[in-house]
């Protein structure tokens, strides 16, 4: 019967594949010898401070905000009633070919969407308007709007 020939190349696939292994036992005896059985609850206890941050020590209690269940707003604010006085503003876009931009609100700098349906002449990017706002399905929308 034949010997079967052992090639270079598998003498050195078998070699790193003992060394991979000597490596991993290694590790893991390494890992053994770091590790801290038996830690306290209190030693794997993390808190967060009055930042937000993680930290392991506990709060101070003199720095404890309490809140008021009923000022906590979970989901979409509640809708709030927008004054019918006209509105003036600033075009800082409009696109006639899709047929919609946005005006900047003169005192607050709030920008609202208006559509070109809701117009009563043309406008262009730059023109002094006055309109009405009404809340849409995705927030304000201005109405009525005609040039200055």
Not at 70 to 78: F, N, S, T, Y
Not at 113 to 135: A, C, M, S, W
């Amino acid at each position: 019967m034949a010997k079967p020939k052992e090639t270079f190349n598998k003498k050195e696939k078998e070699k790193k594949r003992l060394k991979q292994k000597q490596e991993k036992q290694e590790k893991m005896a390494e890992r053994k010898a770091q590790s801290k059985k038996g830690k306290s609850l209190e030693d794997m206890m993390a808190y967060i401070d009055e930042n937000g941050n993680i930290s392991d020590t506990p709060p101070d209690p003199r720095r404890k905000v309490i809140f008021k269940t009923e000022d906590i707003q979970i989901g979409v604010p509640k809708m709030e009633d927008i004054p019918d006085e006209p509105h003036t503003g600033i075009v800082s876009f409009f696109n006639d070919a899709k047929g919609f931009g946005f005006i900047n609100e003169q005192p607050s700098g709030e920008r609202i969407f208006v559509h070109i349906n809701q117009l009563t002449e043309p406008i262009r990017e730059g023109d002094k308007v006055t309109y009405e706002v009404e809340r849409g399905p995705r927030g304000l929308n201005a109405v009525q709007v005609k040039k200055l």
